[in-house]
């Protein structure tokens, strides 16, 4: 990464006065110019309809870091970063604005000699996505011609159906190139997502064995120890399946189904990402709630605070058919992974918040020391790509306790990005603006990759649509907040033989 240089440029952030600019855009920036990545020449320029000046925007992007920054900053660092920073207002949908913009863009990369290398943000709700490239296209600000490039980032969600994802990505196709448009899923961003692919395809020892011949099966979990707290009104338009399914477990199924890429290049990975999510198998209607699992917690306990049921929150309707949780059997028809099944699941309000995944491998044909092994009916042999609090990779095996009897004890070999490496990882956005500012594609995901995920979760959207019409008492199973989600869920890996991994297992193992 060292000898990647961003070449000048100006950043452009819509929605500037928002949350994400503070929470996430301006720590990362700093972070890079603190590291030195950050060229001599850039410029940000924040726009959005609350009106302020350079300075205002640049005192409370002064006060969001000391709230949201690892380092605070101190007085000439601040100095000199904050000079690159201006402001202006408007609105996303007034041409005569976007011509001021124009104007604007051309004085600040004027004064801060960026070549005309543009990188336009849009931190904003989708729902302005479309007015806002239609507006920087009609003003000559989305075409690259000749002088510096111009690139697009653009935040989740891309759609809320496969019909609205393939109308936006129609949408900034007319607009921009699709080798233009960044769009960001902050899992790509982690340290350990990135990892899945070094450790599967830098090492001789995994790869041969990460396939049908020896895996019994995967699990994904990605789980949220969070309620909805005070957004619930938000929630009840997404609901787990489209807030966490479609986006992050499908990347994370991705990257640990898909062939290996001819090289480690965007189009080579976005190819076989978009390859092994294309052999997920669809599902047929009836087939959907035997292998689809959804709920909603019930009031509880998480992190030692009480919260009430998600039907009781408010901004939520108190019959609500919004899921917090799902889980779902997932098969990937290809030659690989054929029979293999993929669980997945993720869920609000759960016992801990954790994104792990496990490779769980077959057991020994003939088990000798079964008599000696307690539970010898789960198998120890699992790889775990934990991404989630603590970024690790953990191996189970079996190992004989010492002392004169045969005693069989599972154990884990473990490595930790903490102490292996001594340093905390980067934020995902530090990672991902960097990329995109060098315009390496390869963390972002491609239009084709965001519809064909959405084909496969809208199979389940509309047979749940279906299901509620046939019937208007229809509820959803409940589980207790604080608790690792349903019976239902239990049962559908159990009915099989099968059972979640959940840390307190792991624990009780160690
Ligand atoms: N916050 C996060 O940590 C986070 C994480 C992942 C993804 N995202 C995504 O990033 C984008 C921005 O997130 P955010 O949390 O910064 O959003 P936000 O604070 O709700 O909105 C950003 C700015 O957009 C403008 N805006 C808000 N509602 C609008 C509306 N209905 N119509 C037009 N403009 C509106 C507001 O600026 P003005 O009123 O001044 O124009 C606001 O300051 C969203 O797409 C979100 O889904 C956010």
């Known amino acids: 990464m060292s000898n990647r240089t961003i070449p000048p440029v100006l950043i452009v952030v819509f929605g500037a006065s928002g949350d994400l600019t503070k929470r996430k855009l301006v720590p990362a920036l700093f972070s890079l110019y603190r590291q030195g990545l950050l060229p001599d020449h850039y410029g940000v320029l924040g726009y959005a309809r609350t009106d302020s000046s350079d300075d205002q925007f640049r005192a409370e992007l002064r006060e969001a870091l000391e709230e949201f920054s690892n380092v605070a900053p101190g007085e000439a660092e601040w100095r000199e970063f904050a000079r690159h920073f201006h402001y202006q207002q408007g609105n996303y949908d007034a041409r005569a604005d976007f011509e001021r913009l124009a104007e604007r863009i051309k004085e600040v990369d004027a004064a801060h000699h960026t070549e005309s290398n543009h990188l336009f943000y849009l931190s904003t709700p989708p729902s302005v996505f479309k007015p806002i490239t239609t507006l920087l296209h009609e003003v000559g600000l989305g075409q690259e011609n000749g002088n510096g490039w111009t690139r697009l980032i653009v935040e989740k969600p891309f759609g809320r159906d496969l019909a609205s994802a393939v109308d936006l990505n129609q949408h900034l196709r007319r607009n ?3 080798d233009q448009i960044y769009r960001i899923d902050h899992y790509l961003g982690k340290e350990t997502v990135q990892n899945i692919l070094v450790f599967r395809f830098g090492n001789g020892i995994f790869e041969p064995i990460w396939n049908r011949n020896y895996v019994d099966h995967v ?5 949220e120890s969070l309620g909805v707290g005070d957004r619930g009104g938000y929630y009840e338009r997404a609901g787990a399946i489209r807030d966490m399914i479609q986006n992050h477990v499908m990347q994370l199924v991705a990257l640990t189904a898909m062939e290996p890429p001819v090289a480690y290049d965007a189009k080579a990975v976005r190819d076989q990402k978009v390859n092994v999510m294309r052999s997920i198998r669809p599902l047929e209607p009836d087939e959907i709630s035997d292998r689809v699992v959804r709920a909603q917690y019930s009031a509880g306990q998480t992190g030692g605070k009480s919260i009430p049921g998600y039907r009781e929150t408010e901004g939520v309707d108190p019959h609500s058919l ?15 992974w054929k029979d293999v099944p993929f669980y997945v699941r993720t869920g609000k309000a759960m016992a801990a918040k954790l994104t792990e995944i496990n490779v769980v491998f077959r057991q020994p044909p003939l088990m000798f020391f079964k008599d000696f092994d307690n539970d010898y009916h789960i198998p120890h042999n699992v790889i775990t790509l934990r991404i989630q609090p603590d970024e690790s990779i953990h191996l189970g095996f079996d190992a004989k306790r010492p002392g004169p009897i045969i005693d069989v004890n599972p154990v884990m070999m473990s490595f930790s990005y903490a102490e ?12 991902l603006l960097l990329d995109a500012l060098l ?4 963390l ?3 239009g084709d990759e965001v519809e064909v995920a959405w084909d496969r979760v809208n199979s389940v959207l509309d047979g749940w649509e279906a299901e509620a019409k046939a019937n208007p008492n229809l509820n959803l199973p409940a589980y207790r907040a604080g608790s690792w989600g349903p019976d239902a869920a239990d049962n559908l890996l159990e009915a099989e033989g099968r059972y979640w991994r959940n840390p307190y297992h792991l624990v009780k193992h160690q």
Not at 322 to 336: F, G, M
Request: proline share 0%; net charge positive; aromatic share 16%.
């Open 176 to 178: 921009f190139k699709e």
């Open 219 to 223: 699990q994904i979990t990605v789980a």
């Open 322 to 336: 919004t899921e917090t949780y799902v889980a779902w059997r997932l098969q990937i028809d290809n030659w690989r």
């Open 420 to 431: 292996t490496f001594g340093k905390k990882s980067a934020e995902a956005y530090e990672r």
């Open 439 to 442: 315009g390496d594609g390869t």
């Open 444 to 446: 972002f995901i491609r």
